[in-house]
């Protein structure tokens, strides 16, 4: 894993949002979904009535593993290990305990792993699961990764999954209570 790694800003929400891990530009950058797949998530949130800007300001965002995990070789992020992810476990485990937020939104494979069992993306993508985390039992609507690499959410049946999916984010009670 490459330092250093990137915190969203301190945020008591009922919502929080779970990425994979930064990017190669997040930790220049300092903020995570700061590059390419930010765009494209933050005009899905936007679309439901949180642009970007709100978003940051009113969603906890969290990683399963906060630093950049390194390039693949051929081309792309490498996925973290699983002794990678072991090691960051126990901070979203406190953040969760800390926050007790009442939706979680997992984006991309690995972070939905980490809070639901995963097989296909069309079998969880679109739907609202009850979820045990940390000790807390809360909603979970996973999100596809808005990689700029994968066609899924663009091509059906992952764009309507995704808007599936953004329709029961906006319509969560948590969620709903952030726009203004």
Not at 28 to 54: C, D, M, N, S, V
Request: hydrophobic fraction near 40%; glycine fraction near 10%.
């Amino acid at each position: 894993m490459h330092p250093p790694p990137v915190p969203g800003p301190p945020v008591c929400s009922p919502v929080m949002l779970l990425g994979q891990a930064p990017g190669r530009h997040e930790g220049r950058i300092g903020q995570p979904f700061a590059w390419t797949a930010g765009k494209t998530l933050f005009q899905w949130f936007a679309r439901i009535g949180l642009p970007e800007e709100a978003f940051r300001r009113r969603v906890y965002m969290s990683a399963v593993c906060r630093c950049f995990p390194g390039p693949q070789p051929k081309g792309g992020d490498r996925v973290p290990s699983r002794a990678e992810i072991e090691r960051c476990s126990a901070w979203l485990a406190n953040e969760v305990t800390i926050l007790t937020p009442r939706l979680i939104i997992p984006v991309g494979r690995l972070a939905m792993a980490q809070v639901l069992p995963i097989t296909n993306l069309t079998d969880i993508v679109g739907r609202q699961h009850r979820v045990h985390l940390a000790g807390h039992d809360l909603d979970a609507i996973p999100l596809p990764h808005p990689s700029g690499v994968s066609t899924w959410h663009r091509t059906s049946p992952g764009k309507d999954l995704l808007d599936a999916a953004l329709q029961l984010i906006a319509g969560h009670e948590a969620f709903a209570g952030l726009i203004r």
